[in-house]
């Protein structure tokens, strides 16, 4: 029954057409519906963490994911900038969030099924982004810092006269979506975790080192790249999952179709 309403989905989605269903199925396709459902899920484990932290997320189960769907949304911070006037000073620009992420796992009832050799997720994303990607789409996509593909300014001057600064704190801070993954571009994206088991993705947060830092005056290069880290906090993960919805059927006109479709 999972197959019907994974079809009816893909049918919606103009991702298959009717005519390649089997025969046996195409009254049951048919006359099914799907809906898509938005999960909010918490990581297993802690919801904060800096450079080398770890943290993983169980996808729902028994049901069809739409891999295409998934998303991460954080609290991201810099701390350690210096920002006493316009002569000395220290501050850093928020790296795309895809750059965040050194590493990108992807487990199959325990076992890696993906990414498991790629321990710079954050370069091959680079590389694909600069090769693919223009100016206006980067402007647009103001929550995944990707503005900092295109523009270097971001640490230029005082922190507390760029984007993102939290003077009571004294931290740059961003509301981050991440959710451009290279993993799962494709149209055969829905995963059925009550046929294949559960599926499990966990993130690796990346080094201080992706920071762009600008300095004036008393912190010397030395001190502020040592003073200088990022975190995340409050992390969540949203996917879409796909609800079917059986048919409603009409005793007269569709007892025929029913029992034809089992004859099959």
Known sequence: MNYIFFVSYCITQETMSMDAIPKALQYGVSNS???????????????????????????????????????????????????????????????????HWSSVKVFCSG??????????YDMVHHALAKASVGEDWCTSRLNNAYDSLVNFTGASGRPS??????????????????????????????????????LEIELTFNNNNILKIAREGVPTAAAAKAAIAHAFSNITCSVDTVVSISPKLTWESDAKSVASVCVY
């Open 161 to 198: 006269l760029s984007q993102g600064w939290d003077g009571q704190n004294s931290v740059k801070r961003l509301q981050a979506t991440f959710d451009d993954l290279i993993l799962f571009r494709s149209k055969t994206s829905c995963y059925d975790s009550s046929l294949f088991g559960n």
């Open 111 to 120: 076992a890696s099924a993906a990414g498991a050799q790629c321990n710079h």
């Open 33 to 99: 519906q799907a809906r898509v459902v938005r999960q909010k899920l918490q990581p297993l484990g802690v919801s904060t963490g800096v450079a080398g932290s770890t943290v993983r997320f169980l996808l729902p189960q028994k049901a069809i994911i739409d891999m295409r769907s998934l998303s991460f949304h954080y609290d991201y911070t810099i701390s350690g900038l210096v920002d006493t006037d316009a002569a000395n000073y220290s501050n850093a620009q928020f790296p795309p969030t895809y750059q």
